[in-house]
């Protein structure tokens, strides 16, 4: 079996689970590190065991020659790294936000096709382990063959401090777009997941926090193409009850015509059919990495699919119709009224 050559690109809060899930994939070797800052590059590589540092991306792949490189770097510096990498023939995984604009993601979906390269979306939230638990459950029509509802509750309670986002995430506080934009896009991908192809939302969008400038909380309401409904009800300023509210992110009711699912925010699921009780549906998660190890299941599958020749999931063209319904609900809050897609 090709063992793949990776480069990275990016040294910010999020990149240190993707170096721990990298250093522990098989069929890979990470060669390089680059980041603006050689020092903290330098630092990434001592402590992961990655061979060399670079703070030029250019010069990097120039040297390395690697296979595929992972863009860890914020959404405005996408477009030319992918623009970049696809001209040096490496293939990419890049993290979300894709792009500031739905005119940039096209930009970049284009040069891709146009590429001979693949590039996948690291949308890591499909990949967290009580999601794809459930997705077997409903492909098993465990609670019935018609999808009634999708219910996600999410409260992070990060975000109702003067200094919210403490200093893990300070940018956040000056993002004009935040919840929607930067977490909700995680929702949108699950839902669409889950239930399907989404054809209408209808939204309501505020910023409970005054120190911050774009929204933190969001109700939303979605039609699946299948004639389910789903509602998102998320914010940030809030708290949950739960010990850890960044491990599932929020708790999920799904109905169907023979009972229920819920997800917990402690990772476990439940299965309660139509005049039963409700009972505990055993599966396996662990609590390493990110979020069930979300991050290395993400990572692991584009490798796997780079090695079988298979579609990412989150394959960039794909991944642009999570970027439709993301604008749509800006739109829809802005006007006041429901958007078709």
Same mark, same amino acid.
């Given at each position: 079996?090709?063992?793949?050559?990776?480069?990275?690109?990016?040294?910010?809060?999020?990149?240190? @689970?993707? !170096?721990?899930?990298?250093?522990?994939?098989?069929?890979?070797?990470?060669? #390089?590190?680059?980041?603006? &800052?050689?020092?903290?590059?330098? %630092?990434?590589?001592?402590?992961?065991?990655?061979?060399?540092?670079? /703070?030029?991306?250019?010069?990097?792949?120039?040297?390395? +020659?690697?296979?595929?490189?992972?863009?860890?770097?914020?959404?405005?510096?996408?477009?030319?790294?992918? *623009?970049?990498?696809?001209?040096?023939?490496?293939?990419?995984?890049?993290?979300?936000?894709?792009?500031? %604009?739905?005119?940039?993601?096209?930009?970049? #979906?284009?040069?891709? /096709?146009?590429?001979?390269?693949?590039?996948?979306?690291?949308?890591?939230?499909?990949?967290?382990?009580?999601?794809?638990?459930?997705?077997?459950?409903?492909?098993?029509?465990?609670?019935?063959?018609?999808?009634? %509802?999708?219910?996600?509750?999410?409260?992070?309670?990060?975000?109702?401090?003067?200094?919210?986002?403490? $200093?893990?995430?300070?940018?956040?506080?000056?993002?004009?777009?935040?919840?929607? !934009?930067?977490?909700?896009?995680?929702?949108?991908?699950? @839902?669409?997941?889950?239930?399907?192809?989404?054809?209408?939302?209808?939204?309501?969008?505020?910023?409970?926090?005054?120190?911050? *400038?774009? /929204?933190?909380?969001?109700?939303?309401? @979605?039609?699946?193409?299948?004639?389910?409904?789903? @509602?998102?009800? #998320?914010?940030? !300023?809030?708290?949950?009850?739960?010990?850890?509210?960044?491990? %599932?992110?929020?708790?999920?009711?799904?109905?169907?015509?023979?009972? &229920?699912?819920?997800?917990?925010?402690?990772?476990?699921?439940?299965?309660?059919?139509?005049?039963? +009780?409700?009972?505990?549906?055993? !599966?396996?998660?662990?609590?390493?990495?990110?979020?069930?190890?979300?991050?290395? $299941?993400?990572?692991?599958?584009?490798?796997?699919?780079?090695? &079988?020749?298979?579609?990412?999931?989150?394959?960039?063209?794909?991944?642009?119709?999570?970027?439709?319904?993301?604008?749509?609900?800006? /739109?829809?809050?802005?006007?006041? *009224?429901?958007?078709?897609?």
């Amino acid at each position: 079996m090709k063992i793949y050559k990776g480069v990275c690109i990016g040294a910010g809060y999020f990149s240190q @689970f993707h !170096y721990e899930a990298w250093a522990r994939l098989e069929n890979l070797e990470i060669v #390089a590190v680059c980041d603006i &800052s050689i020092e903290k590059a330098q %630092t990434i590589c001592d402590t992961y065991g990655f061979a060399k540092a670079y /703070e030029n991306f250019e010069e990097m792949l120039k040297q390395e +020659k690697p296979d595929f490189v992972d863009v860890i770097t914020p959404p405005n510096t996408h477009l030319e790294i992918c *623009k970049i990498a696809a001209s040096n023939s490496i293939h990419i995984i890049c993290q979300k936000p894709l792009a500031p %604009t739905y005119k940039e993601s096209i930009q970049l #979906a284009k040069i891709i /096709e146009e590429s001979n390269v693949r590039m996948m979306v690291h949308e890591n939230f499909r990949f967290q382990p009580w999601h794809r638990e459930i997705k077997k459950l409903l492909v098993q029509n465990s609670i019935g063959n018609k999808l009634h %509802t999708i219910n996600l509750c999410m409260r992070m309670g990060d975000g109702w401090q003067p200094d919210a986002y403490m $200093n893990r995430q300070p940018y956040f506080r000056e993002m004009e777009k935040l919840l929607i !934009y930067e977490t909700g896009i995680h929702f949108i991908d699950v @839902f669409r997941y889950l239930g399907g192809e989404i054809t209408k939302v209808y939204a309501k969008l505020k910023t409970l926090n005054t120190n911050i *400038k774009g /929204e933190d909380f969001a109700w939303v309401n @979605f039609d699946f193409i299948n004639g389910a409904v789903g @509602f998102l009800d #998320a914010n940030r !300023y809030n708290e949950s009850t739960s010990d850890n509210p960044r491990f %599932t992110f929020g708790k999920v009711l799904i109905e169907g015509n023979k009972g &229920s699912i819920r997800l917990y925010e402690d990772g476990r699921i439940t299965i309660q059919l139509l005049g039963e +009780k409700e009972k505990e549906h055993s !599966y396996k998660f662990e609590k390493i990495n990110f979020a069930g190890d979300c991050v290395f $299941n993400t990572q692991k599958h584009f490798i796997d699919q780079l090695s &079988s020749g298979k579609p990412f999931e989150t394959d960039v063209s794909l991944y642009l119709k999570n970027i439709v319904v993301q604008d749509k609900i800006y /739109e829809s809050s802005k006007l006041g *009224k429901e958007i078709s897609i």
